[in-house]
């Protein structure tokens, strides 16, 4: 496959970073008031999971004070998501890393991806924890350290052009995916996870992903051959047409499996040559065919 050039994924940064003033431009000074200083707080508190902390700035005393008028007798407790840190996710990062995890530009899109924005606000505070959590229809977010591994596998320290994914689920792992590789194509079977996915991607505007609904046994031919295919569920074998569909040279990494699973890594040598690898044990949910 020939390789594109590619200004995919945008950085995080980018939807927050201001734009740049031009020299000597006119920009009237902001006066306080409570409503402003409300609504300065409120668009602080949805953007600050994203925000870079060099580029935060204490309130002036006028905005406080205005903040306090404004601020109704006994407020509400902000949302667990909205206090996760970057130091935390950092964490997790180094976590990854003393696991055995070493390709820097895998762990850097871990860091990059807030995961506390893929899951329920009750479970925030678990959020950069190194577990699997529940996402709703019998599936899960699978853990931190297994999805760096997978991807790091797959990617083998090379390019990645196309990369296809099988299970969606929340969307975590095809917005990690989408650091690494220049376009990324993910399908879910389940129709509320799908659209689950697209509400929690729509944010961070990441243009190189594109959400399929489908049966991802199928897989999607009409745009393969694949550098790179990764399952987020485990059969028993790997289906025949994802093998077909994975060009040569390019490498597919699936949980294979009934009640004890393992990572297999298939590599396309040939038209008909696969070759097969046993890494590691995992756990997975199980694949599925058909919609619903």
Request: aromatic share 4%.
């Amino acid at each position: 496959m020939k390789e594109k050039n590619s200004n995919f994924p945008l950085p995080l940064s980018s939807l927050t970073r201001p734009a740049e003033r031009k020299p000597g431009a006119y920009s009237p000074a902001p006066v306080a008031t409570p409503q402003t200083a409300t609504r300065n707080a409120a668009r602080t508190a949805v953007l600050a999971p994203y925000a870079s902390p060099t580029m935060r700035a204490a309130p002036s005393k006028s905005h406080s004070e205005a903040l306090q008028r404004a601020q109704p007798a006994t407020p509400s407790a902000p949302r667990p998501d909205l206090m996760v840190s970057d130091a935390i996710r950092r964490q997790m990062v180094n976590r990854v890393a003393k696991q055995g995890v070493q390709d820097q530009l895998v762990l850097a899109a871990l860091e990059r991806v807030p995961r506390h924005a893929f899951i329920e606000p009750a479970l925030s505070a678990q959020a950069y924890i190194d577990a699997s959590l529940p996402i709703g229809h019998h599936q899960t977010i699978s853990q931190p350290y297994i999805v760096a591994r997978m991807i790091e596998v797959m990617r083998n320290g090379g390019k990645l052009g196309r990369v296809l994914e099988i299970g969606t689920g929340c969307g975590y792992q095809a917005a990690v995916l989408a650091c690494v590789a220049q376009e990324v194509f993910s399908i879910e079977r389940i129709k509320p996870l799908h659209e689950l996915a697209k509400s929690n991607l729509r944010p961070l505007r990441i243009s190189n992903l594109r959400l399929h609904y489908g049966d991802g046994m199928l897989g999607l031919p009409q745009v393969a051959p694949f550098d790179g295919i990764i399952l987020a569920a485990a059969g028993l074998e790997v289906p025949r047409a994802l093998l077909e569909q994975l060009a040569i040279g390019g490498r597919l990494v699936a949980p294979v499996g009934a009640q004890v699973q393992h990572l297999q890594l298939i590599t396309r040598r040939g038209k008909a040559d696969w070759m097969s690898e046993t890494l590691e044990a995992c756990h997975f949910v199980p694949l599925r065919p058909g919609t619903v």
